[in-house]
């Protein structure tokens, strides 16, 4: 590793050891860099909560056959959209066993566990990990550049010419340093969570699954009227479940979160899943939602924003996926970050080898791709009227309803549609969204 | 001489997960207070613990806290009291004083500073409430029983130890903290050639419970006398005895005294 430049403590300091800053410390270190990692909390991962499911494709690069030593609870192997009207339930399962088996496709985990363990990689690495302390703002020099970061400690200036903001959504830093123009609270939900415990094979009885096999459920609808989802994910002995509720909309209703996941735990297709369950933690968090729409400029001069910072979460409804973005973006950004040590050009040009990663791969094609779907996903149409629309339908479909004869199946769609106060052309203009979002 | 700090590094139970582990509110004010000492009577600090390799977080803590030398002697993390006091004493001989937390956040007897002091034949002073620094001096208060307190001055070399409420521990610096991470700890292996060994007891844990004490049925007239008679706290109920005894006979008496009460059972 080479000793940093004169008048710096390290070539790399990343804030936040979550899974954007302790790739970007393991691709850094492993580039032979020197790395501080500065973690708020007492431990990696004692701060950060999520829905529960990890997808670490991206991982491959940076930890081959991660999947020997990752803290995972359970293996998905099945996956469910579930649509709830107030009293009905729409479920569509897929079930993939060779999802439990390598090189594997999603898991459940704790994040204390996962980020724990990720950030032990950026240790063994190289980098110099330091917890319980909080980076309060950047140090510039007389020119304005970005040369390091204040910290809550006693003689707390930490130097170096790249910093790299993993330090969540709301990113400070990112702010303090511009790249956010404005903060839009509609750009942004409100997820909350409760973790329930029951017996493993209580579990594995009412979600169908044996051994390490994990369950991911997304639910649309059941949210008491406010913009949102929920979600339920199994661990071996917990569940998560949980909502996700549009900001602005959760204010106006003036509802509590923690009442909509009671309603939602009361529902009729929900409450056989946890009953009998105690409640072991609740936790709520902030998310960015808002996609391509929302995302801050990612490179200044001296600085590279990864992960949730860089509201790098695609909430596209039937993908709800966070920790793999951060990933992959906090490993290309440690990657640019040390070559432009190497090439000794830390201006915003000398870093914008992380832009070019990120354009050319998923993290932010995808994005783009589906830059129309969170907005669709969380319109009025589809939370409060599809929901109703698809479970009247279905239920009429499958209800026998003799010695009336079966109706067609069109007059059913139109009745409902109606019922429900869905005109046509705005079935058919969400409908073409949808499928251009989706591809 | 050095002012010498102890401190245990716990597990939160048995199966405990090491990134919930650390030393007790009284260790780390024990610590701060051995630091204040030190740089009052410009001396050197040095901290000590009997563990595991773990533990060396908690040292490298004190590093980073100002502690000039870190020492682990190597042990499990159940080391009983005595043969963690002895390992102990080994290290401490040399120094001008020995501060301890006054419990531990496991077990939390509190035996671990006064066996010290034992080892080392040094006066103690222990349950320190508040740590006076009075030139060359220390002026400390006692928590005594009943509310009371004593005030002490410590002069000579002694063992002292402090509750958590004494002083708050020091945030260590930034750079002290990275420093402390990439610092050597020194371990030594426990010599446990004097070692007290002593064969673990098979029963099973559970909270300490004092024998049921036998009250005498209350003899008043009415239902109100035999309430008053039970439940009356103005009247003394005859527990307290003041008795002018030598040392041994007046350890024999409070033995008998809390046994014939139901605090000791029979071994």
């Given at each position: 590793?080479?000793?940093?430049?004169?008048?710096?403590?390290?070539?790399?300091?990343?804030?936040?050891?979550?899974?954007?800053?302790?790739c970007a410390a393991i691709a850094a270190a492993r580039a032979g860099k020197s790395v501080v990692l500065v973690e708020r909390g007492p431990f990696p991962?004692?701060?950060?909560?999520?829905?529960?499911?990890?997808?670490?494709?991206?991982?491959?690069?940076?930890?081959?056959?991660?999947?020997?030593?990752?803290?995972?609870?359970?293996?998905?192997?099945?996956?469910?959209?579930?649509?709830?009207?107030?009293?009905?339930?729409?479920?569509?399962?897929?079930?993939?066993?060779?999802?439990?088996?390598?090189?594997?496709?999603?898991?459940?985990?704790?994040?204390?566990?996962?980020?724990?363990?990720?950030?032990?990689?950026?240790?063994?690495?190289?980098?110099?990990?330091?917890?319980?302390?909080?980076?309060?703002?950047?140090?510039?020099?007389?020119?304005?550049?970005?040369?390091?970061?204040?910290?809550?400690?006693?003689?707390?200036?930490?130097?170096?010419?790249?910093?790299?903001?993993?330090?969540?959504?709301?990113?400070?830093?990112?702010?303090?340093?511009?790249?956010?123009?404005?903060?839009?609270a509609s750009n942004f939900t409100l997820g909350v969570k409760e973790t329930l415990a029951l017996p493993k094979h209580v579990i594995d009885e009412r979600?169908?699954?044996?051994?390490?096999?994990?369950?991911?459920?997304?639910?649309?609808?059941?949210?008491?009227?406010?913009?949102?989802?929920?979600?339920?994910?199994?661990?071996?002995?917990?569940?998560?479940?949980?909502?996700?509720?549009?900001?602005?909309?959760?204010?106006?209703?003036?509802?509590?979160?923690?009442?909509?996941?009671?309603?939602?735990?009361?529902?009729?297709?929900?409450?056989?899943?946890?009953?009998?369950?105690?409640?072991?933690?609740?936790?709520?968090?902030?998310?960015?939602?808002?996609?391509?729409?929302?995302?801050?400029?990612?490179?200044?001069?001296?600085?590279?924003?990864?992960?949730?910072?860089?509201?790098?979460?695609?909430?596209?409804?039937?993908?709800?996926?966070?920790?793999?973005?951060?990933?992959?973006?906090?490993?290309?950004?440690?990657?640019?970050?040390?070559?432009?040590?190497?090439?000794?050009?830390?201006?915003?040009?000398?870093?914008?080898?992380?832009?070019?990663?990120?354009?050319?791969?998923?993290?932010?094609?995808?994005?783009?791709?589906?830059?129309?779907?969170?907005?669709?996903?969380?319109?009025?149409?589809?939370?409060?009227?599809?929901?109703?629309?698809?479970?009247?339908?279905?239920?009429?479909?499958?209800?026998?309803?003799?010695?009336?004869?079966?109706?067609?199946?069109?007059?059913?769609?139109?009745?409902?549609?109606?019922?429900?106060?869905?005109?046509?052309?705005?079935?058919?203009?969400?409908?073409?969204?949808?499928?251009?979002?989706?591809? | 001489?050095?002012?010498?700090?102890?401190?245990?590094?716990?597990?939160?139970?048995?199966?405990?997960?090491?990134?919930?582990?650390?030393?007790?509110?009284?260790?780390?004010?024990?610590?701060?207070?051995?630091?204040?000492?030190?740089?009052?009577?410009?001396?050197?600090?040095?901290?000590?613990?009997?563990?595991?390799?773990?533990?060396?977080?908690?040292?490298?803590?004190?590093?980073?806290?100002?502690?000039?030398?870190?020492?682990?002697?190597?042990?499990?993390?159940?080391?009983?009291?005595?043969?963690?006091?002895?390992?102990?004493?080994?290290?401490?001989?040399?120094?001008?004083?020995?501060?301890?937390g006054d419990y531990s956040s496991d077990r939390g007897s509190g035996s671990v500073p006064a066996l010290v002091a034992a080892r080392l034949g040094r006066?103690?002073?222990?349950?320190?409430?508040?740590?006076?620094?009075?030139?060359?001096?220390?002026?400390?208060?006692?928590?005594?029983?009943?509310?009371?307190?004593?005030?002490?001055?410590?002069?000579?070399?002694?063992?002292?130890?402090?509750?958590?409420?004494?002083?708050?521990?020091?945030?260590?610096?930034?750079?002290?903290?990275?420093?402390?991470?990439?610092?050597?700890?020194?371990?030594?292996?426990?010599?446990?050639?004097?070692?007290?060994?002593?064969?673990?007891?098979?029963?099973?844990?559970?909270?300490?419970?004092?024998?049921?004490?036998?009250?005498?049925?209350?003899?008043?007239?009415?239902?109100?006398?035999?309430?008053?008679?039970?439940?009356?706290?103005?009247?003394?109920?005859?527990?307290?005895?003041?008795?002018?005894?030598?040392?041994?006979?007046?350890?024999?008496?409070?033995?008998?005294?809390?046994?014939?009460?139901?605090?000791?059972?029979?071994?």
């Amino acid at each position: 590793m080479t000793a940093p430049a004169h008048d710096f403590d390290a070539d790399i300091i990343v804030v936040g050891a979550g899974p954007a800053g302790s790739c970007a410390a393991i691709a850094a270190a492993r580039a032979g860099k020197s790395v501080v990692l500065v973690e708020r909390g007492p431990f990696p991962g004692s701060k950060n909560m999520y829905g529960g499911v990890v997808y670490p494709r991206i991982l491959d690069e940076l930890i081959p056959s991660w999947w020997e030593t990752m803290p995972v609870q359970r293996w998905v192997v099945k996956r469910s959209t579930m649509l709830l009207s107030d009293t009905g339930a729409l479920n569509v399962d897929f079930r993939a066993n060779a999802w439990g088996a390598p090189p594997y496709n999603g898991a459940t985990a704790y994040r204390p566990d996962f980020d724990n363990w990720l950030a032990n990689h950026a240790v063994e690495a190289g980098a110099r990990l330091v917890c319980s302390t909080t980076v309060t703002g950047l140090l510039r020099d007389s020119t304005g550049r970005i040369q390091g970061v204040s910290t809550d400690r006693p003689d707390g200036d930490l130097r170096a010419p790249i910093v790299i903001a993993c330090d969540g959504v709301n990113s400070f830093l990112a702010k303090e340093s511009g790249l956010y123009p404005h903060t839009d609270a509609s750009n942004f939900t409100l997820g909350v969570k409760e973790t329930l415990a029951l017996p493993k094979h209580v579990i594995d009885e009412r979600f169908g699954v044996r051994d390490n096999q994990g369950v991911d459920i997304e639910i649309l609808g059941g949210t008491s009227g406010v913009n949102g989802g929920g979600f339920i994910y199994t661990n071996l002995d917990t569940v998560a479940l949980g909502v996700v509720l549009k900001l602005p909309k959760l204010a106006a209703q003036q509802k509590r979160p923690e009442q909509i996941i009671a309603e939602l735990k009361r529902h009729p297709a929900v409450a056989p899943l946890i009953e009998g369950a105690e409640v072991k933690e609740y936790s709520a968090h902030v998310i960015p939602e808002a996609g391509l729409e929302m995302m801050p400029t990612m490179v200044a001069d001296g600085m590279l924003v990864a992960g949730d910072a860089a509201a790098l979460c695609l909430a596209a409804g039937i993908w709800l996926e966070g920790v793999n973005f951060a990933m992959a973006s906090g490993m290309y950004a440690g990657q640019a970050a040390a070559e432009a040590i190497t090439k000794n050009d830390v201006s915003s040009r000398g870093l914008s080898g992380y832009t070019d990663r990120l354009e050319k791969t998923f993290v932010l094609r995808d994005h783009k791709k589906l830059r129309k779907v969170p907005h669709l996903v969380l319109s009025d149409r589809v939370q409060h009227k599809y929901p109703a629309f698809v479970a009247g339908v279905v239920e009429r479909v499958f209800r026998v309803d003799n010695p009336h004869p079966k109706p067609g199946v069109r007059r059913i769609v139109r009745e409902e549609r109606k019922k429900a106060g869905i005109g046509l052309l705005d079935l058919l203009r969400d409908g073409w969204t949808g499928m251009r979002g989706f591809g | 001489m050095t002012i010498t700090v102890c401190i245990k590094w716990v597990l939160p139970n048995r199966d405990g997960d090491e990134r919930f582990a650390g030393i007790s509110l009284a260790d780390q004010a024990a610590l701060e207070t051995g630091l204040r000492v030190a740089e009052a009577l410009n001396e050197s600090c040095t901290v000590i613990t009997v563990g595991p390799a773990a533990a060396e977080t908690s040292l490298r803590d004190a590093l980073a806290c100002g502690a000039h030398d870190v020492l682990r002697v190597d042990a499990p993390a159940d080391t009983d009291s005595a043969e963690t006091a002895r390992a102990l004493a080994t290290y401490c001989e040399h120094s001008r004083l020995v501060v301890c937390g006054d419990y531990s956040s496991d077990r939390g007897s509190g035996s671990v500073p006064a066996l010290v002091a034992a080892r080392l034949g040094r006066g103690q002073a222990l349950g320190l409430i508040d740590v006076q620094i009075v030139g060359e001096t220390l002026s400390v208060v006692r928590r005594l029983d009943g509310g009371r307190r004593e005030r002490l001055s410590v002069t000579g070399p002694a063992v002292l130890s402090v509750e958590g409420s004494v002083a708050r521990l020091r945030r260590a610096s930034l750079r002290a903290t990275l420093s402390a991470n990439d610092a050597i700890i020194d371990v030594v292996t426990n010599d446990a050639s004097g070692a007290i060994r002593r064969t673990p007891e098979a029963a099973p844990l559970r909270p300490y419970r004092p024998r049921a004490r036998v009250v005498p049925s209350p003899t008043g007239s009415s239902a109100l006398d035999r309430v008053r008679q039970i439940t009356d706290t103005s009247s003394s109920k005859g527990h307290g005895e003041t008795v002018v005894l030598e040392p041994g006979d007046a350890a024999n008496r409070i033995l008998e005294s809390l046994h014939t009460w139901g605090y000791v059972q029979e071994s």
